[in-house]
Structure formats: structure tokens, C-alpha cells
């Protein structure tokens, strides 16, 4: 036993030797395992931050997110009710809230009662001992974000003023705050808003605290439960960029692995005569497998720690909320990240080992294979390797296939992601094939020219050197493919998301009067304002088609807002037809549901009778889960009389927008649900978008150089085995100079042929992220945008790298000493 | 178990002003500003049932060891603390400067439910009127009719409910309430830290509890402890062991153990006759020794014990009915029935703070 190992122990030290002789190879597997571990982690990590960022502003106490009881009429009522409910065992707690002006900007004042509020409504609930204390007694405290604090020009420990002159407690700092909030106890409030015992509403906590009375029982009709909404389309959205991040964070981890793949088939190579002589010594093919796995499971985990400890810097680096990240990551005081965390290692390690073993599965095979005394041969690897490649043409066929049986037969998300992955396995195993092929009509062509016999050499050694190089070629191959494919995506996204959020949420304030009767008198007393205001009114209703219930909208007539609407096909005229009220838009989720196009006619029944609707287009209604058809708005009227006509929606120029909100929430007591400040929320999505997309840039810039170093490795390791093809080119004349010229040529054309192949296949994939993968997940489809100068940058750096990557063996050759070349005469095999 | 995030930590708002780290949640912090407990003020009813905004800390707890239609033991528990956040006047509505704190719990041999209610005074939503006696918090409640004995402190209707489980309770008796050390002045150093405390522990108990979704008819015998002070506790003081006993005979028998820095501690006691005749117990003749310990998560509590009382001839073991008595809540501590074995038979309950 102990014998056993002992000889386990000496075949293990025999292995690792051969690093200390290869020093760059170990740096490049290790290199390539830390990158594909970073780019994974770093990704999650940031997908993370973006998704805390969202929760953070949609969970600000309750948001719609939260249950609430609010009066029948909107406005604020006795805190009596608060303490009846409570005592009849519901777990609710008060919200005073209002618009209020601080130094000209409107911002929101919250009210809250520390004690019962309910854990899920953000992080101020979590005030420890200390805090709550300073909040609960004199002098009080204004908990404020710290960008709130910038944009309204203050300090920490100001007493912001408010237009009624009363002041508000000391501002402190609270990082998890939404911006454009300041938060006070309820009492403090009440005094500054003037409204003693009031409040505007009550959150119900998701969790109950026991039996409780029914609501009528304790306060009648006088309080009305407004449930939870579902997710908003801004977060479907957010959802759906997250899963094309995470796509990209798969695909940066394979192009790490296929680092990983070509370092480890240089390797076994190169350590053939040791494997070799160590079967001839008497290790069993199963000890020299066994110890190689050891050897490859050690480097994994130290390859996987140390990458995703730098996919966190990475990620922390990225942001610029550094200190939110590292919060994240290293403190314990967050509950749910804490029970996350060690299963987030373990899951990031395992994924890096099966990584680095799925890798290296080509290389055992190979060993297995291999005969002792083949071993010994060079030639017999060579042949393996043509008989492999042969094989992988074939194969490459296969995955195809399946790949297009992704696309025709799956329809769940995980056949979306399987057509990502057999496209890029199979672009990847058809390289070497394609670019043979190639090279091999260049070379005829080549040939016509008799007086050319360089050129000819030139083409007919590239494709010699094409099994060497395939595995770093196809890095190069996937990384410049994956990210076209994520650039395509991003751009597509940023260009979609920003036009639809400027197109569906053009007016700036979104309101919702209490009845028809207010939002009539709302419209008259915005036609007195001194401002330039457009006022859209939008009526919906519910109605049933195809057996599904759907929505829907009326269309405000208003040439803006016409020209805006987010049209994705159109039958002539659509608009002209609309305004006769027989036309309908229908949105692309009910369309794909059921197959509705331009020119189709549905019934839609109303509350007199059918509505028969001719289909004029279909439009993007990014993020709603339910189907929408949109029509004339006067003609909605008609035919639901019934409708409420209470929501408006107005444009205004963008500074006027904090005053005239404050003012309609004023002079008609809206609540915060009632009235939506849209230009706040197109400010901060986009903010948290352009992060992520900065994000992107530099992970792209990450995956590239992986790639280069790949390819400068496998030069490396290739540049002394290419001696004896040199020495006799330099034996017959050809100067250094020329030949190193001729070498970098042959490299950069081949990088060249590789990353040309590589922007099809990149369409491909962000096509495949945006309408395969995204439709699949959510119902709907993001217009793939090409961006051409995108393109044409990225196969510049891609080139650079490679240039980069090319020179430093050549360098080497140009430098080298007549003598070492005609030492390969010498010891001519 | 579910806990809410934001007592996480939260020590009690006491222990998290200045006066952090001050004994057991804060209660050996400075008293300045809070009215002194005093030896030789009388106390009187019903007033003193009702709240001491002017003191700092005061509770109203009630502990019940019940036996239920099923055969099973059961025990009880139902507490309310008022703290203040700020010695001075108490002020109006949201202003006050009061914070309740109810605690409560079923125990059966295999179970321990309980639950937390965290309430702001001044508003309504927890206190305590002093006649007719009324404390709650929520919809807890501890409530006497309309014309109840002062004297007595019953009958009392006891309610708490959580999502797991449920009390009601009606406690009764006719014997008058009973004073704690020197006519209610009850010491707990030898450094004049000391707390107003008087007792009922004649209660008979009768009523419904339901566990777990499972209702069980119990019947037992319940005590009410009163207790409130400015600091009750010297600042090396870091925690306690007190017991309340329901002895087989009648008699009824309260012990506590202060336990100092220095290893040493405060013992006290006191021996209730059966008629209701209380006589105080001296430290010497008190020994309280654990006998076996209880690891719960990182607390280790001891929750089996030897007491002895010389001059009365004691001399038990007592033995939790369910040793996972813990009190997850904000300020977490070991509480729960317990059965009497030994020179005197009997059931009672065991609190032990600070582990």
C-alpha cells in the first residue's frame, strides 16, 4: 500500500517537473483557467449588483411590490386605523408620504414606523439598536441616499427646509436608500407635513402575525387592499438583459476552457517521451492517468480560488458603487447572501474543475490510445492528430445538425442555450477544416505562379502548421465570435431599451385621478397652468380574445406620440385605419400567442356586443406578461362606456416636472401610486444600464486577451519544433529578415482568415442571445441591430492581438544565431 | 424559526445607547435621570398595577405550568416590557419615548413555540391602564373585567397568538398579592441596585392553547411577576438563574442568582407559605447548583438544577420539561417549565439570562 503510493508520490513529482522546464506553458493553463473562472464569477457578481440596484428602487417601502391598505378616495386617513388593525392582529405598518420641494427639486417624503415595518419593504428596515435609537429620539434624523444628498446640494447633518418652513431632522447618510427619498419617523412627518394622526397608507407584511380579524370587520369600507403587483416590465426587462449577461459569462467561459484544451494538448505532447519511459518503467496506464488527473484537479483549484477572487476585483473594479460590491461579497450582514455564498465558491470551483477535466478529456483519451512504442514517434502523434481532424470535420457535421434541430424542434429556453452551444462547437471543430480548405485553393492558385515558389512554400507550410495552431485558432475564432455575438446583443438592447423607454414612457408625469369626475377637473386646472402641457388621456380596459384576457389600450391622439409608438410591422395606412376606430395594433407578445399578423381581423367582444378589428400592426410592449391590443381611443370609449376615464398622461418640459407634480399632489392629494414622475425612472434605468454596458466593453476587452495569449503560446511552443521547416529555406538563401516577414504573414493571415469566419458566426450568436434565447425566455424580441464600425474595431484589436502574440517568437528567429540553425542539420532525425 | 431582520441585533434599545454592554440588555446601565428605587415606599394598588414611564425598565410577566386534556404537560409564558428610550418627560403620541416589547411562548415536552411583538408607546398600540387592569401589545392582551380585585390582580383573561400557535388563558384567585423582599423592595446587589417587584402566584389557570394548528384544553396554576426599576442590575452583573416554584404542598417559592464578573453572585429568595405569608430567604441559606447544560446553537445554558434552602429543609432536583426552552427573540434567553423532584415535589418555571 504504502509501496503504492510511494510510486504514486514519484510518478506525481516525475509530472511536475516538467513545469519547472515549461514555465510559460503552466502560466498559460493557469492563466487560461483564472480568466474563464474570472469572466464567470465576474459576471454573476455584477449580475448581482444590477439586480440589488432594481430590488433596492423596487422594494423601497413596498413600492407596488409590497400589499398595502389604502382609503377608497386615494387620500390620507387616521392613524386610528393603523392601531385598530393592529390590535386586531394584522401586520401592518403606517406610510406618511408626500412630494416636497428642498431647494427647488421635488423629492419624496416617507414617513415610516421603524418597529412594525415589514422586513421585506428595504433595507432601512434594518436598523440595528444604535440607529433606531437616533432615529426614534431627539434631534432626530433625515435618512437620505447619498446621490439624493449631491443633487440636492446638502450635507450630511443640514436640516433640509421645506416651502411650508417647517425643517426636517439632521441628514445622514443611508446607503441602501433609493435615490430621491428622504425617510423620517412618522411622527417627524406628520408635524412637517402638517398632518397630525395621519397617514396615506398602511404596507401588510408578506408574513401575518398570527389569526387576524376580517378587514371590514375592523375599519368597514373604509380601507380597500391593494395587492402586490407582479413584476414590472422594467424588470422583465432587466431579467432579460441578466440572462444575455450570463449567456456571455457561459460563452467567456468556454473560450477559457478552449485556452485551457490547446495548453493541455501542448503539454501531454510535449511530455510524451516522459510518459514514455514511465510506462516502460512499470507505471500502469491507470496510475499515469490517475496522477495526471491529480495533477490537473490541483491546478483547477488553485486556477479556479484565484479566479474567482479576481472575477469579484473585477466585478468590484467595474462598478463604480465599489464599496456596495465588496459589502456584498465580504460581509455577513446581508441575510441571503450569507446562506448564498459558500454554495456561489463551491458551485464556481466545480464548474472550473469539470472545466478543466472536460478540457483535458481529449489529451487522456489520446494517452490511452497511444502505443509505448508509438509513443516515441512524433509522426504517430501527427497522424493521430490528421485522423482527429478528419474526425472533427465530421463531427462538426453532426453537432451542425443539431444545432439546427435546436432551432426547428426546441422550444424550451435550455434548447436555446444548447443551439449556442452546438453553433460554437461546431464553428470551432469546422475551422481547422475550413481554413485547410482554403489555404488549400490558395495554394493552387499560388501554384500558377511558377516564379512564386516561396508563396507556394508559404500556403503549403501554413497548412502544416495548421494542426499546431487549430486549438489557439479556434480561441481566437470563439472569442473574436463571442464577442461580436455580446457587443450585438448590448448594442441591440441599449438601442432597444432607449428608444422604448423614451417611445412608451414619452409623456413625463403618469397620473390616475381618483374618479372620472377628478381627472376631469385635473385637465381643467392643467389648462390654466402657465406651462406648455400635453395631456393624453389613456383609457384601457379588459376584455377576452382567443380565450386569453388581454388588454386593451386606447391610442391619445396626438401626432408626437403617434409618430413614437414603437411599431415593429405595419399594414399601409395603419394609422388612418386606427383613427376610423375598426383598426387595432396588437402587441408582439399576443401576436406570437396567436399568430396574429397585419391584415388578420378579430372580434373582440365589449360591453355592447362585438368589436370587429382589423390587425394594422404590431408594436414592441417590451417586459408585459400580458397580451395588449392597442386601438383608437375615442372608439375604446365608445365601446366601453363603462371605462374609467381617470388616467392621464402629460408632457412637459422636463424641468417643470418636480414643481408640477409636487402641485397636483398637493392641490388633489395624490398618493405616490397615483401619480408617476417617469423622467426620475427613465434616469436612473438608464444608469444602471450604461453601468452594466461599460461592464460589457471591458469584459469583451478580457475574453480577447485570453485569446492572445493562447495564440502566443502555441507560437511559442510551436517555434522551436518549426526549425527544421526553417533551416532549410535559410540554407538556400532566404535572409532572416525575410523569413521572419514571411512567418508573421503566414500567422496574421491566418488570424485574419479566422477572424473574418469569426464575425458571421458572432451574427449568429447575438442573433441566436436576442431572438432565440430571449424569445424563448420572455415572449418577445429584441430587433438585432448590426453595428458595422463595431465590427470593424473589434477585428482591429482582434489583429493587434494577434500581431502581438505573433512577434514575440519571432523576434526570437530573427535573432537567432546562424548556428542554431544549422544544428538542425546536424541532428537530423 | 422566523426572525425579523431588523431586531436582529437590536440588544434591546437600551444596551445600544450608552449604556451598551452594561449588564444582561442594558440593565446595569447608569440610572441618572430615572426616578430611584427606593427602600419603604409603599406600594399601592391599583396603581402600581399600571406602567412607571418615570422608571426605566419594568415587565409584567406571567408564567403558567399547565397539564392538558391529553395528559400532557404544557407550560405557558406571556410578558410585556416597557422600556425607556430617554429618562425625562414622556411625551405626546409618536414622541414618547416608550417601547414595548411582548414576548410569548408554548412549551410542551417535544415543542417550544414563541413569538415577538415590537410596539412604540403613545399611540395605542401597546401599554398598560391600571384599572381596570388591561396591558397589551397588539393583540395580545392581559385583561381584568370591569370591578376586578386590585387586591387580587383577578380575574385576568390571558390572549396572545402568533402563526403557530395560540393562548387563552383565564387566571383567578382570592388571595391577595404577594411582596417581594422588604415589603416589595427587592435587592440585587449589595451596591443599592435594586427594583419595586411583587408577585401573584396563586393563580389557578384554565383555558385553550392550540400548538402547532393542535388545540388542547389545559388546566394548571399560573404566576405573575411585577417588576421595575431604573437599574436593576450593577453594571458586572451579566446575567441571571431565577426560578419560581409551585410546590406540592402549596407553598410557593421565588430564588434568583445574579451572576457577577468575578464568578461570584447575588443570591435571594423568598418562601411563600401557602397562606401567603412571605418570608425572606437569606443568601446563605440559598444553594443553587447546575446540574447539567443545555447547548443551543452557540449557547450553552444549564437547565437542570440542585437547590437547597437549609432552614426549610429543601433539598430538589429540577429538570426542564423541554431543555430547547430558547427565546430566540431580540434579546434571546432561555425560558420554561420545569418539574420538581426530590424532599419536595412540584412544578415551576426556570429563566436563565445571559448565556
Known amino acids: ?829 | 424559526m422566523h426572525r425579523r431582520a431588523f431586531v436582529q441585533g437590536l440588544a434591546w434599545l437600551a444596551a445600544a445607547g450608552p449604556a451598551r454592554a452594561q449588564g444582561f440588555a442594558g440593565l446595569g446601565g447608569e440610572a441618572e435621570g430615572y426616578a430611584p428605587v427606593v427602600r419603604g415606599r409603599a406600594l399601592t394598588f391599583p396603581a402600581d398595577h399600571g406602567a412607571h414611564p418615570q422608571f426605566r425598565i419594568e415587565w409584567w410577566y406571567v408564567t403558567a405550568n399547565l397539564r392538558g386534556e391529553d395528559g400532557e404537560a404544557y407550560g405557558v409564558q406571556w410578558t410585556l416590557f416597557r422600556q425607556a428610550m430617554a429618562p425625562g418627560s414622556e411625551g405626546q403620541g409618536w414622541g414618547s419615548r416608550q417601547l414595548w416589547m411582548g414576548h410569548a411562548a408554548v412549551t410542551s415536552a417535544r415543542q417550544h413555540l414563541f413569538a415577538e411583538r415590537l410596539a412604540r408607546g403613545g399611540v395605542g398600540q401597546a401599554g398598560v391602564e391600571a384599572a381596570p387592569f388591561h396591558a397589551f401589545i397588539d393583540a395580545w392582551e392581559l385583561r381584568a373585567p370591569e370591578g376586578a380585585s386590585a387586591q387580587t390582580l383577578a380575574p385576568l383573561a390571558l390572549k396572545a397568538s402568533s402563526t403557530d400557535f395560540r393562548i387563552d388563558l383565564r387566571l383567578d384567585t382570592t388571595r391577595p398579592v404577594v411582596l417581594q423582599g422588604e415589603g416589595g423592595y427587592s435587592e440585587k446587589s449589595t451596591r443599592g441596585q435594586a427594583s419595586y417587584y411583587y408577585s401573584q402566584p396563586f393563580f389557578t389557570a384554565q383555558g385553550e392553547i392550540a400548538l402547532a394548528g393542535r388545540s388542547v384544553g389545559v388546566t394548571g396554576q399560573a404566576w405573575l411577576d411585577r417588576e421595575w426599576s431604573s437599574q436593576p442590575l450593577a453594571p458586572d452583573q451579566k446575567g441571571w438563574d431565577w426560578m419560581s416554584l409551585h410546590l406540592a404542598s402549596g407553598d410557593k417559592v421565588m430564588l434568583f442568582r445574579l451572576r457577577q464578573d468575578d464568578g461570584a453572585d447575588y443570591r435571594s429568595g423568598n418562601w411563600i407559605d401557602a397562606d401567603g405569608t412571605a418570608h425572606a430567604l437569606a443568601a446563605s441559606d440559598i444553594a443553587m447548583t447546575p446540574t447539567a447544560w443545555t447547548t443551543i446553537g452557540t449557547h450553552v445554558v444549564p437547565t437542570s438544577w440542585r437547590v437547597a434552602i437549609a432552614s426549610r429543609g429543601l433539598t430538589i432536583s429540577i429538570a426542564p420539561l423541554n431543555p430547547q426552552s430558547w427565546m430566540g427573540t431580540s434579546i434571546p434567553y432561555w425560558e420554561g417549565p420545569v418539574r420538581i423532584e426530590g424532599s419536595h415535589g412540584g412544578v415551576g418555571y426556570l429563566e436563565a439570562t445571559g448565556y
Open chain 1, 1 to 829: 500500500m504504502s509501496g503504492g503510493l510511494a510510486r504514486c508520490g514519484w510518478v506525481l513529482k516525475t509530472l511536475l517537473s516538467h513545469w519547472r522546464g515549461h514555465p510559460m506553458q503552466l502560466a498559460t493553463l493557469l492563466v487560461g483557467l483564472i480568466l474563464a473562472t474570472a469572466l464567470w464569477s465576474g459576471v454573476q457578481a455584477l449580475n448581482q449588483q444590477a439586480r440589488q440596484s432594481y430590488a433596492r428602487a423596487a422594494a423601497m417601502f413596498g413600492g407596488a411590490r409590497t400589499a398595502t391598505l389604502v382609503a377608497k378616495d386615494g387620500a390620507a386617513f387616521s392613524q386610528d386605523l393603523f392601531i385598530a388593525l393592529r390590535r386586531a392582529g394584522w401586520a401592518v405598518s403606517p406610510l406618511l408620504e408626500e412630494r416636497v420641494q428642498i431647494n427647488g427639486r421635488s423629492v419624496r417624503l416617507v414617513g415610516i414606523e421603524p418597529l412594525t415595518l415589514p422586513k421585506e419593504t428595504g433595507a432601512v428596515a434594518r436598523m440595528d439598536g444604535g440607529e433606531l435609537r437616533t432615529f426614534l429620539m431627539p434631534p432626530y434624523q433625515t435618512r437620505v441616499a447619498r446621490e439624493t444628498l449631491v443633487s440636492l446640494g446638502l450635507h450630511e447633518g443640514e436640516r433640509p427646509q421645506l416651502r411650508n418652513g417647517q425643517s426636517l431632522p439632521p441628514l445622514a447618510i443611508s446607503p441602501a436608500l433609493a435615490p430621491g427619498v428622504l425617510v423620517v419617523d412618522i411622527g417627524i412627518a406628520q408635524r412637517a407635513l402638517q398632518k397630525p394622526n395621519q397617514i396615506s397608507r398602511l404596507l401588510v407584511a408578506r408574513q401575518p402575525l398570527g389569526p387576524a380579524s376580517p378587514l371590514s370587520e375592523v375599519v368597514g369600507d373604509r380601507l380597500q387592499l391593494v395587492a402586490p403587483q407582479s413584476e414590472s416590465g422594467l424588470e422583465q426587462l432587466t431579467d432579460s438583459f441578466h440572462l444575455n449577461l450570463t449567456a456571455f459569462g457561459f460563452l467567456s467561459f468556454a473560450v477559457g476552457l478552449f485556452i485551457v484544451n490547446s495548453a493541455i494538448g501542448l503539454t501531454f505532447e510535449q511530455r510524451r517521451p516522459m510518459f514514455r519511459t514511465m510506462r516502460a518503467c512499470g507505471v500502469s496506464a491507470r496510475t499515469l492517468n490517475a496522477m495526471l488527473l491529480v495533477e490537473l484537479v490541483a491546478l483547477a483549484l488553485v486556477a479556479g480560488f484565484v479566479g474567482m477572487l479576481a472575477g469579484y476585483g473585477m466585478a468590484a473594479l467595474l462598478l463604480p458603487d465599489v464599496a456596495a460590491t465588496l459589502r456584498g461579497l465580504y460581509s455577513a450582514e446581508i441575510p441571503g447572501e450569507l446562506t448564498l455564498r459558500p454554495a456561489w465558491w463551491i458551485a464556481g470551483l466545480a464548474m472550473t474543475m469539470a472545466g478543466a477535466v472536460a478540457a483535458a478529456a481529449t489529451g487522456f483519451i489520446k494517452l490511452q490510445r497511444l502505443s509505448i512504442l508509438a509513443a516515441a514517434q512524433p509522426d504517430a502523434w501527427k497522424e493521430l492528430q490528421q485522423r482527429w481532424l478528419k474526425r472533427q470535420g465530421l463531427l462538426a457535421v453532426l453537432v451542425t445538425g443539431i444545432a439546427i434541430a435546436c432551432l426547428l424542434f426546441g422550444h424550451s429556453l435550455g434548447a436555446g442555450f444548447a443551439l449556442l452551444g452546438t453553433l460554437l462547437l461546431a464553428a470551432a471543430l469546422a475551422l481547422p477544416v475550413a481554413l485547410g480548405l482554403l489555404l488549400q485553393i490558395s495554394e493552387r492558385w499560388a501554384s500558377r505562379y511558377r516564379r512564386q515558389p516561396l508563396l507556394q512554400w508559404a500556403f503549403a507550410d501554413s497548412r502544416q502548421q495548421l494542426s499546431g495552431l487549430s486549438l489557439a485558432l479556434m480561441a481566437l475564432l470563439l472569442a473574436v465570435a463571442v464577442n461580436v455575438g455580446v457587443s450585438t446583443m448590448v448594442g441591440s438592447f441599449r438601442a432597444t431599451f432607449v428608444t422604448w423607454l423614451d417611445d412608451r414612457l414619452m409623456a413625463d408625469v403618469y397620473l390616475d385621478a381618483a374618479s372620472n369626475e377628478q381627472a376631469a377637473e385635473i385637465a381643467q386646472w392643467l389648462k390654466r397652468r402657465p406651462e406648455q402641457i400635453a395631456i393624453l388621456p389613456g383609457v384601457r380596459a379588459e376584455t377576452r380574445v382567443a380565450g386569453q384576457t388581454i388588454e386593451l389600450m386606447g391610442l391619445a391622439d396626438n401626432a408626437e406620440y403617434r409618430r413614437r409608438w414603437p411599431l415593429l410591422a405595419a399594414a399601409p395606412d395603419a394609422w388612418r385605419s386606427i383613427a376610423q376606430g375598426d383598426a387595432a395594433f396588437v402587441s408582439e407578445q399576443l401576436s406570437r400567442r396567436a399568430g396574429l399578423k397585419p391584415g388578420d381581423t378579430i372580434s373582440v367582444a365589449t360591453d355592447a356586443g362585438h368589436w370587429p378589428l382589423t390587425i394594422a400592426g404590431i408594436y414592441a410592449d417590451y417586459g408585459n406578461p400580458r397580451g395588449q391590443l392597442a386601438v383608437d381611443g375615442d372608439a375604446l370609449v365608445r365601446h366601453f362606456p363603462k371605462t374609467p376615464r381617470t388616467r392621464l398622461a402629460l408632457r412637459i418640459a422636463p424641468p417643470q416636472v418636480s414643481r408640477l407634480v409636487a402641485d397636483l399632489q398637493n392641490t388633489f392629494h395624490l398618493g405616490e401610486r397615483q401619480i408617476a414622475d417617469q423622467s426620475e425612472v427613465k434616469a436612473e434605468s438608464k444608469r444602471i444600464f450604461d453601468k452594466t454596458f461599460a461592464v460589457t466593453a471591458a469584459l469583451n476587452a478580457f475574453t480577447l486577451g485570453v485569446a492572445a495569449i493562447a495564440l502566443l503560446t502555441s507560437l511559442l511552443t510551436l517555434a522551436g519544433a518549426r526549425l527544421p521547416q526553417l533551416a532549410p529555406l535559410w540554407a538556400m538563401g532566404v535572409t532572416l529578415p525575410r523569413l521572419s516577414a514571411i512567418e508573421l504573414a503566414k500567422t496574421m493571415m491566418l488570424a485574419l482568415l479566422t477572424a473574418l469566419l469569426a464575425v458571421p458566426l458572432g451574427l449568429a450568436v447575438g442573433w441566436c442571445l436576442v431572438a432565440v434565447v430571449n424569445v424563448r425566455a420572455f415572449g418577445w424580441r429584441i430587433p438585432l441591430h448590426v453595428f458595422p464600425s463595431q465590427l470593424v474595431e473589434l477585428l482591429a484589436i482582434a489583429m493587434v492581438a494577434a500581431l502581438i502574440a505573433a512577434a514575440v517568437p519571432l523576434a526570437k528567429l530573427f535573432r537567432m544565431p546562424p548556428a542554431r540553425l544549422i544544428r538542425v542539420f546536424a541532428n537530423e532525425r
